[in-house]
């Protein structure tokens, strides 16, 4: 697994050395360009070709596994890898500045996916960590739901 994780970080960066070659415009222009995916295909791109995911924890990789997490619930079935992303930043950020809406977004998922019942354990935990987030009020409806 080390291997293929060290395998993805020099593909990563021969395509970062590929482009950074490029004006920022050049780089715009080519992501919007018609004809091209969409950009959140873009952003996905490296887990759709088999390439393992490897993050090392730093504060702008946390930050990037929580922004994964928002671009998969923007995909009709997106809903599950958008859980496992807030999954894997809470428990690598629990304190982090993305904590309180990635624990708000998976108890929203987990609500719609399984109902409140499966979402209500998520609500409770909102409300004692971040009761004034802004989830609290979902998070109230949760545990009066039925």
Do not use: N
């Not at 390439?51 to 930050?63: F, G, N, W």
């Not at 923007?74 to 624990?103: K, M, N, S, T, V």
């Not at 109902?115 to 609290?136: H, I, K, N, T, V």
């Amino acid at each position: 697994m080390l291997r293929r994780c060290h395998s993805t970080v020099r593909w990563l960066m021969r395509s970062w050395s590929a482009t950074s070659a490029l004006p920022r415009p050049s780089l715009t222009s080519a992501a919007t360009s018609p004809g091209l995916e969409h950009p959140t295909a873009l952003t996905r791109r490296p887990v759709q070709h088999d390439r393992p995911v490897c993050i090392v924890a730093t504060p702008r990789s946390l930050d990037a596994i929580f922004l994964l997490g928002r671009v998969e619930e923007l995909r009709a079935q997106g809903a599950a890898q958008a859980i496992a992303r807030y999954d894997e930043y809470l428990a690598q950020a629990p304190a982090g500045p993305y904590a309180a809406e990635a624990l708000g977004r998976k108890m929203i998922l987990i609500d719609q996916r399984e109902g409140p019942s499966a979402a209500r354990p998520l609500a409770d935990e909102y409300l004692q960590r971040f009761p004034g987030g802004s989830y609290a009020g979902a998070a109230r409806a949760l545990q009066h739901a039925p």
